[in-house]
C-alpha cells in the first residue's frame, strides 16, 4: 500500500513539474524572453507525451510569433512565421479531435481573440509589400502566397465571415508573373477568374489566362478562360479576334470566313474586323503576277472592296482603309496596263489598226482607274499629313500614298502633280 502510495505521489510530482515547465515557457513569453522561451518549449515537445500537447503547441506558436516580430532574433529564425502557423494548424487539429465539448474547443486561442493568425497575415501581408516594392519578386511571390493561405485558412476555418482577397491574390499572381513563374501565375489569377471579379484593369487577367492556356495547347482551360472573359467583358472584341486568330491557325479559308462573317453580324460597327476580314479576301485574292491568282480572284477582290468601302464608312478617316483602296483600284489600273503591254508589234511589223485601237482602249482604261484611285490616296494625305508627329507606321503609309500618286501624275502626264508629290514624299520624314 505505502509503495502505490509512493508511486502515486511521484506521478504528481512528474505532472506538477510538466506543468511548471510549460508555465515557465509561457513567463519568458510573458516577459519577451523569447530566446529562454524557445528553448524551455521546444525540451517540453521533446518529450514523447508532450508531443501531441495542444496547448503547448499552441503557446509554441506564439512564441515563434514574436521571435518573427523580434528585430534581434528574426534573423537567426526566417521560417518563424511558418513555424508559428503550423504550429496554430496542428492546435486547432488536436483541439477539434480531442475537446468533444465544442464550446470549449479552441479556448486559449479564442482568450487571444485568434491574434496569431491574424497577426501572421498582417505580416506575410507587410513582407510580401516590402519585398515587392524592392522588386524581390521571389521573396514577395512567397509571402503573398502565405498571406493567401492563412487568409483561406482564417475562412475555412469559418473565423471570418466568407469573402475574397481580392487584392492578395492579385499581387500574388503579379510576382510570380514578374518572377518568370508563368504555371504560379496562372493559378492566382485563375482563382479572380473563376470568381468572375470585374473591376478596373482585370480585363487583361482573363485575356492572359486565355492566351496563357492556349500556348500551352490545353484546349479545356483555354475555352473555360474564354468563356469567362467574354461573360465578365461581353464587350470586349479580343475573344472574337482570339477565335479568329484560333480559326486561322487550325481552320480552312471557309472557315476563317464563315467566322469572320458571323462577329461582323454580331458587331457590325466594329471597323477593325470589317477591315480585316476585307485584308484577309484581298490577300487571298491578289498576286502580282496574274498567272498565281486563284480562279476565284475576282470575288474574292470585289468581295474585299465591299468591306474595305464599309470600314471607310464607319471611320471615314481611316488612313489604312482608305490607302488599301486606293492600291486595290489603281493594282487594277496597273492590270489593264500590263494587258496593253503585251500588244507589241510581231517580226519587226507595225501594229495594225485595231491592235492600235486596242491599246488607245487600254490606256484610257489605266488612266480611268488611275484616277478612281487618286481620291482614296488625297485621303490619306489628309488624315496623316495634317499632323505633326507621325508613328513609324503611319509615315510608311504616307510615303507609299506619294510614291504611287507620283506615278500616276507622271502616267497621266501631269508633271507639275508628280514633282508636288515628289517634293511631298522627299519631305515627310523632316515634317513628320
Known amino acids: 500500500m505505502k509503495k502505490s502510495l509512493f508511486i502515486a505521489s511521484m506521478l504528481l510530482v512528474t505532472i506538477g513539474l510538466q506543468a511548471q515547465k510549460l508555465d515557465k515557457a509561457k513567463k519568458y513569453l510573458e516577459d519577451k524572453k523569447l530566446a529562454e522561451a524557445k528553448t524551455e518549449i521546444e525540451n517540453f515537445l521533446a518529450i514523447d507525451k508532450?508531443?501531441?500537447?495542444?496547448?503547448?503547441i499552441y503557446v509554441k506558436g506564439k512564441i515563434y510569433l514574436a521571435i518573427s516580430k523580434d528585430?534581434?532574433?528574426?534573423?537567426?529564425?526566417?521560417?518563424?512565421?511558418?513555424?508559428?502557423?503550423?504550429?496554430?494548424?496542428?492546435?486547432?487539429?488536436?483541439?477539434?479531435?480531442?475537446?468533444?465539448?465544442?464550446?470549449?474547443?479552441?479556448?486559449?486561442?479564442?482568450?487571444?481573440?485568434?491574434?496569431?493568425?491574424?497577426d501572421l497575415y498582417k505580416d506575410y501581408s507587410a513582407d510580401g509589400a516590402t519585398f515587392y516594392n524592392a522588386n524581390n519578386f521571389n521573396d514577395a511571390l512567397t509571402n503573398f502566397g502565405k498571406?493567401?493561405?492563412?487568409?483561406?485558412?482564417?475562412?475555412?476555418?469559418?473565423?471570418?465571415?466568407?469573402?475574397?482577397?481580392?487584392?492578395?491574390v492579385l499581387y500574388t499572381g503579379i510576382c510570380a508573373e514578374k518572377a518568370q513563374k508563368p504555371d504560379v501565375a496562372a493559378k492566382y489569377y485563375g482563382m479572380i477568374a473563376e470568381k468572375k471579379i470585374k473591376s478596373e484593369g482585370f480585363l487583361d487577367i482573363y485575356k492572359w489566362l486565355t492566351d496563357f492556356y492556349s500556348r500551352k495547347d490545353d484546349?479545356?482551360?483555354?475555352?473555360?478562360?474564354?468563356?469567362?472573359?467574354?461573360?465578365?467583358y461581353p464587350t470586349d472584341s479580343f475573344w472574337d479576334a482570339?477565335?479568329?486568330?484560333?480559326?486561322?491557325?487550325?481552320?480552312?479559308?471557309?472557315?476563317?470566313?464563315?467566322?469572320?462573317?458571323?462577329?461582323?453580324?454580331?458587331n457590325p460597327d466594329n471597323v477593325?474586323?470589317?477591315?480585316?476580314?476585307?485584308?484577309?479576301?484581298?490577300?487571298?485574292?491578289?498576286?502580282?503576277?496574274?498567272?498565281?491568282?486563284?480562279?476565284?480572284?475576282?470575288?474574292?477582290?470585289?468581295?474585299?472592296?465591299?468591306?474595305?468601302?464599309?470600314?471607310?464608312?464607319?471611320?471615314p478617316d481611316f488612313a489604312n482603309a482608305n490607302m488599301v483602296i486606293g492600291q486595290l483600284i489603281y493594282n487594277e489600273g496597273v492590270d489593264i496596263n500590263n494587258v496593253n503591254k503585251t500588244i507589241r508589234p510581231q517580226n519587226g511589223q507595225k501594229?495594225?489598226?485595231?491592235?492600235?485601237?486596242?491599246?488607245d482602249e487600254l490606256r484610257k482604261e489605266t488612266a480611268k482607274k488611275f484616277e478612281e484611285a487618286l481620291p482614296y490616296f488625297e485621303k490619306v494625305e489628309k488624315a496623316l499629313d495634317s499632323q505633326a508627329k507621325l508613328k513609324m507606321d503611319?509615315?510608311?503609309?504616307?510615303?507609299?500614298?506619294?510614291?504611287?500618286?507620283?506615278?500616276?501624275?507622271?502616267?497621266?502626264?501631269?508633271?507639275e502633280k508628280a514633282q508636288e508629290y515628289t517634293d511631298k514624299y522627299n519631305g515627310v520624314d523632316k515634317k513628320h
Not at 473565423?159 to 487584392?167: E, S
Not at 503611319?394 to 508633271?415: A, G, P, V
Open 242 to 266: 482570339f477565335d479568329l486568330e484560333n480559326v486561322r491557325e487550325k481552320g480552312s479559308k471557309e472557315d476563317l470566313y464563315k467566322k469572320y462573317e458571323e462577329i461582323i453580324a454580331r
Open 394 to 415: 503611319d509615315k510608311t503609309i504616307l510615303k507609299e500614298c506619294f510614291d504611287t500618286m507620283i506615278i500616276i501624275y507622271e502616267t497621266l502626264d501631269k508633271k
Open 351 to 359: 501594229l495594225k489598226p485595231e491592235e492600235l485601237k486596242k491599246k
Open 147 to 168: 498571406c493567401v493561405d492563412v487568409f483561406t485558412y482564417l475562412l475555412d476555418s469559418k473565423l471570418i465571415p466568407a469573402m475574397f482577397d481580392t487584392t492578395t
Open 71 to 118: 528585430a534581434a532574433l528574426k534573423g537567426s529564425q526566417p521560417d518563424a512565421k511558418d513555424i508559428a502557423f503550423e504550429a496554430v494548424k496542428q492546435y486547432r487539429s488536436l483541439e477539434a479531435q480531442n475537446v468533444k465539448d465544442t464550446t470549449k474547443r479552441y479556448m486559449s486561442m479564442m482568450l487571444d481573440n485568434n491574434y496569431p493568425l491574424f
Open 272 to 315: 477593325n474586323f470589317v477591315f480585316n476580314y476585307g485584308v484577309d479576301l484581298y490577300q487571298a485574292g491578289y498576286d502580282p503576277e496574274v498567272s498565281k491568282r486563284p480562279g476565284n480572284s475576282k470575288e474574292l477582290i470585289a468581295k474585299a472592296l465591299v468591306y474595305f468601302k464599309k470600314a471607310v464608312e464607319l471611320k
Open 50 to 56: 508532450n508531443k501531441l500537447n495542444a496547448e503547448a
Open 219 to 232: 484546349k479545356a482551360n483555354t475555352e473555360k478562360y474564354l468563356n469567362l472573359g467574354r461573360s465578365v
